[in-house]
């Protein structure tokens, strides 16, 4: 980790820590699907794949796009690209279907409108083989974070995982505020249905 640079705490999550935990390589393509503004994980995972990989910021939010695309020049980092879409909408990620060796979704399960189209979304994106991480607010109540109400438990989450194009392989320990769960992508092809 040396040498990367990385602008936002890690107090709760460690961005670095947790990908590679998860497997990440050199040459990579990720998506952080509901990036946010801070590139908490787009800019430890576009030094993490290297120049040769590549990583989208997803967002629904031009603006958080437009900070995040700021941040990387800034550091120089030029393997990122920013991807407007709805993510609750199958089909609108701009993202070559079956490109992405890893896709993220980090803290937004809660958020979503529409959670089995995310997840037939994710799916569509992924690759055969490849990864998607899932992390959720612990359903118990912290400092920080949603109100209790609105969290997920794991069970719940992976209640709304559960489809034939993810198969779950464990729990990643992310902390104490957070839980984490790592699916790899099956080869079911994902339909077209909303």
């Known amino acids: 980790m040396q040498g990367f640079v990385l602008r936002s705490g890690t107090e709760l999550i460690n961005p670095f820590k947790l990908l590679e935990r998860v497997g990440i390589r050199k040459n990579w393509h990720v998506a952080d699907m509901g990036c946010g503004s801070t590139g908490h994980f787009v800019i430890p995972a576009a030094q993490l794949v290297g120049p040769d990989g590549i990583v989208y910021a997803v967002d629904i939010r031009r603006d958080f796009l437009d900070h995040v695309d700021r941040l990387a020049r800034h550091d120089q980092i030029f393997n990122i690209k920013a991807v407007w879409s709805d993510m609750d909408v199958y089909g609108a990620t701009r993202i070559d279907p079956g490109s992405l060796d890893l896709c993220l ?41 949603p109100p209790e109400d609105r969290r997920l438990s794991s069970e719940q989450s992976q209640a709304i995982c559960q489809s034939p194009y993810l198969e779950f392989l464990e729990e990643v320990d992310v902390g104490h505020s957070h839980y984490g769960l790592l699916y790899e992508r099956t080869g079911e092809p994902v339909d077209s249905q909303s």
Do not use: C, F, H
């Open 105 to 145: 979704l980090i803290n937004n399960l809660y958020l979503s409108q529409n959670r089995p189209a995310l997840i037939r979304e994710m799916a569509r994106l992924t690759k055969p083989g490849g990864r998607v991480l899932i992390v959720e607010w612990k359903a118990t109540d912290t400092v920080i974070g």
